[in-house]
Nanobody, 115 residues
């Protein structure tokens, strides 16, 4: 059974940093590329960063140079280091497979960037 648990969010000032963690259980992590998604109020959920099982990352243009995705396959854990945070990064952040294939989401972790 798949379980995804996101943590590490919080309130941070513009320019600040946060590190998000995704702990996965079940087979989802070992056989899939994984991604960090976010959903801001009134907007659709979007994929912001993904990483293959071999560790090759990919980023949406709006976070390139500021966010770094990584994964620890032995621990079934994925991370998102977010630096230079902007108010427009405010959202609930989720982890999941990329591409999506399950109708399942964890509870997410709230990131709020505000002065």
């Amino acid at each position: 059974q798949v379980q995804l648990v996101e943590s590490g969010g919080g309130l941070v000032q513009p320019g600040g940093s946060l590190r998000l963690t995704c702990a996965a259980s079940g087979s989802i992590f070992s056989i899939n590329a994984m991604g960090w998604y976010r959903q801001a109020p009134g907007k659709q959920r979007e994929l912001v960063a993904s990483i293959t099982t071999a560790g090759v990352p990919n980023y949406v243009d709006s976070v390139k140079g500021r966010f770094t995705i990584s994964r620890d396959n032995a621990r079934s854990t994925m991370y998102l280091q977010m630096n230079g945070l902007k108010p427009e990064d405010t959202a609930v952040y989720y982890c999941n497979a990329d591409p999506l294939y399950l109708d399942y989401w964890g509870q997410g972790t709230q990131v709020t960037v505000s002065s």
